[in-house]
T-cell receptor, first 110, second 115 residues
Framework: QKEVEQNSGPLSVPEGAIASLNCTYSDRVSQSFFWYRQYSGKSPELIMS????GDKEDGRFTAQLNKASQYVSLLIRDSQPSDSATYLCAVIGNTGKLIFGQGTTLQVKP | KAGVTQTPRYLIKTRGQQVTLSCSPI?????VSWYQQTPGQGLQFLFEYFSETQRNKGNFPGRFSGRQFSNSRSEMNVSTLELGDSALYLC??????????????FGEGSWLTVV
């Protein structure tokens, strides 16, 4: 089992729709969770961090964390073509290492 | 405030050679981590340095090594390069140790091609 798992996609949504990106992790004691966005040929850029159960909203982005289910998600409301990128879920576990999932490719179609 | 700076940005090396990559973290950040990104394996953790000490290491062979200087700048070295080492090498810095939950910021990366 991979430490952090994401569906590679591509996830295709129409412009203006809600994009839902999901991630599961295996280390039950993980405490810190991050979503990064990576455009092709660029480095990852932090979008959201979340540390406690529940929802955290920042503009069009909402991160959701459920530690009991070892599940973290990212919702993007009113998706725009400029949101088309690879979204990386990352988790810091007990070892202190930031472990990334393989990433989900999101395509927002005009 | 300047971001994480990596040099060189692009380089081409021959199999068997060695390479040194440099990273200057954000001012005040003491933790520097290195990652390798390839299409097939994604982003993989190489090592983390904090206050000149290696605090964490990923599952890479001993050909991959690194160090951190007193000013928090870091270098990583890959010896006896193999074709499979072709990748984007990313440096990331944070204020404190990785497991403290501090935000981690990435540099633009160094693109290494081994021929």
């Amino acid at each position: 089992q991979k430490e952090v798992e994401q569906n590679s996609g591509p996830l295709s949504v129409p412009e203006g729709a809600i994009a839902s990106l999901n991630c599961t992790y295996s280390d039950r004691v993980s405490q810190s969770f991050f979503w990064y966005r990576q455009y092709s040929g660029k480095s990852p850029e932090l979008i959201m961090s979340i540390y406690s159960n529940g929802d955290k909203e920042d503009g069009r982005f909402t991160a959701q964390l459920n530690k009991a289910s070892q599940y973290v998600s990212l919702l993007i409301r009113d998706s725009q073509p400029s949101d088309s990128a690879t979204y990386l879920c990352a988790v810091i576990g007990n070892t202190g290492k930031l472990i990334f999932g393989q990433g989900t490719t999101l395509q927002v179609k005009p | 405030k300047a971001g994480v700076t990596q040099t060189p940005r692009y380089l081409i090396k021959t199999r068997g050679q060695q390479v040194t990559l440099s990273c200057s973290p954000i001012s005040g950040h003491r933790s520097v981590s290195w990652y390798q990104q390839t299409p097939g394996q994604g982003l993989q953790f190489l090592f983390e340095y904090f206050s000149e000490t290696q605090r964490n290491k990923g599952n890479f062979p001993g050909r991959f090594s690194g160090r951190q200087f007193s000013n928090s700048r870091s270098e990583m070295n890959v010896s006896t390069l193999e074709l499979g080492d072709s990748a984007l090498y990313l440096c990331a810095s944070s204020l404190d140790r990785g497991n403290s939950g501090n935000t981690i910021y990435f540099g633009e990366g160094s693109w290494l091609t081994v021929v």
